[in-house]
Antibody, heavy 120, light 107 residues
């Protein structure tokens, strides 16, 4: 069974940093592209970042470019999101999501999410 | 970026109804469209990809159609567990983008 479990969310002040983690199990993690998708309270879904299976290709949404860094450790079956210079508008539930068929950017499995609140 | 218009934003229906949700693109995306279901407090779940391919384990009462700019999600016979919010998502080009969502509520 595919499982994705996020951790690391919490309350942080504007300008602060946070590192999210996603532990994967039930599939060959190193073979799959991974993503972070977020959802602000009461709002819709927003794709945040993508990383290829090897980690060699990375994309970011314009809203987080230069502030967030996605990475992965295939030996540990883990995905990460380093978030710096956080703003109030980054407040959201952050989901890690597995990429669908290779090279296709839909999301076939999602974690339960971790809430990030940016507030003073 | 490709913009998406999902309609309606709110749909009131009864168990047993046939419901349709529309997703329109600002430009053609071939069949690079997915549909998700999200229940309150839960993560989204993939229902359909490639516009009409049912994800494994998804009930056959769900179906998707369309290509180019106009797409439809149909639930043929609404069940109690189908009351949720539905999102379309294009993956034709980066960044992948989502529609605004359609909440299906009990009439």
């Amino acid at each position: 069974e595919v499982q994705l479990v996020e951790s690391g969310g919490g309350l942080v002040q504007p300008g602060g940093s946070l590192r999210l983690s996603c532990a994967a199990s039930g599939f060959t993690f190193s073979s799959y592209e991974m993503n972070w998708v977020r959802q602000a309270p009461g709002k819709g879904l927003e794709w945040v970042s993508y990383i290829s299976s090897s980690g060699s290709t990375i994309y970011y949404a314009d809203s987080v470019k230069g502030r967030f860094t996605i990475s992965r450790d295939n030996a540990k079956n883990s995905l990460y999101l380093q978030m710096n210079s956080l703003r109030a508008e980054d407040t959201a539930v952050y989901y890690c999501a597995r990429g669908g068929l290779q090279g296709l950017y839909y999301f076939d499995y999602w974690g339960q999410g971790t809430l990030v609140t940016v507030s003073s | 970026a490709i913009w998406m218009t999902q309609s309606p934003s709110l749909l009131s229906a009864s168990t047993g109804d046939r419901v349709t949700i529309s997703c329109r693109m600002s430009q053609g995306i071939s069949s690079y469209l997915a549909w998700y279901q999200q229940k309150p407090g839960k993560a989204p779940e993939l229902l359909i990809y490639a516009a009409s391919t049912l994800q494994s384990g998804v009930p056959s009462r769900f179906s998707g159609s369309g290509s180019g700019t106009d797409f439809t999600l149909t639930i043929s016979c609404l069940q109690s567990e189908d009351f949720a919010t539905y999102y379309c998502q294009q993956y034709y080009s980066f960044p992948p983008t989502f529609g605004g969502g359609t909440k299906v509520e009990i009439k």
